[in-house]
């Protein structure tokens, strides 16, 4: 092997040892996140960017600027932690025949459940019931207003089988950006169900829905 070759994959095989180090990774493909009309965004391994959202993703945390709101999250198979604007963050969360996180994000309130192809999930004041569909999540939203339906956000399966703290992470941050009434002083008070509710088999919370 000639010193130039060498010298060549020496170079190679330390950097790919400092990115290890570090917790980068491989770029990978693009997709996008979130509701188009709003908060559009475009996720790699590596980053997630939109018109007012710039983050940096590591193996086990994100961190930048979410719509303007400096977000640092940090994440493990147990829980969620870090901040979001200037409130705290603490998911719980669990896996096995569901996924579910449970906890405040910035501050509000959060419940997500998915089980198969059906999502359950409340946001601050939202409260969401989603049936997969290509390329995301379809269904209805409750805002302690007028129903919602025919309501969508892009979060592609891709995104559903990264580990479970990182899509629970990425997957608040999509209903988040394009909730509106988000608020993390929020009432639990002017939800439409109970917490516990979130804690049950769906079927018992989506007859609401029917």
Known sequence: MSRALLLSSLLCLTVGCAGASTGLRAEGEKVRMGQRSAEPMVVTNRY?????????????????????????????????????????????????DDVRASGTFGGAPVDLLMKGDVLVARVGLCAYYLNRVEG??????????????????????SLQARPVGEMASLLTLALVSYTDTYSPAVSIARFSAPREVLRQVPDTYCRKYQ
């Open 48 to 96: 997630i960017t939109g018109p007012s959202s710039s983050i940096s993703l590591r193996n086990d945390g994100l961190r930048g600027r979410f719509r303007n709101q400096p977000v640092e999250l940090q994440w493990n198979y147990q829980n969620v932690t870090g901040v979001f604007g200037a409130q705290p963050t603490r998911l719980e969360l669990s896996e096995g």
């Open 136 to 157: 995301g999540f379809s269904g209805k939203r409750d805002c302690s207003g007028p129903l919602e339906e025919g309501f969508s956000v892009d979060f592609p399966e």
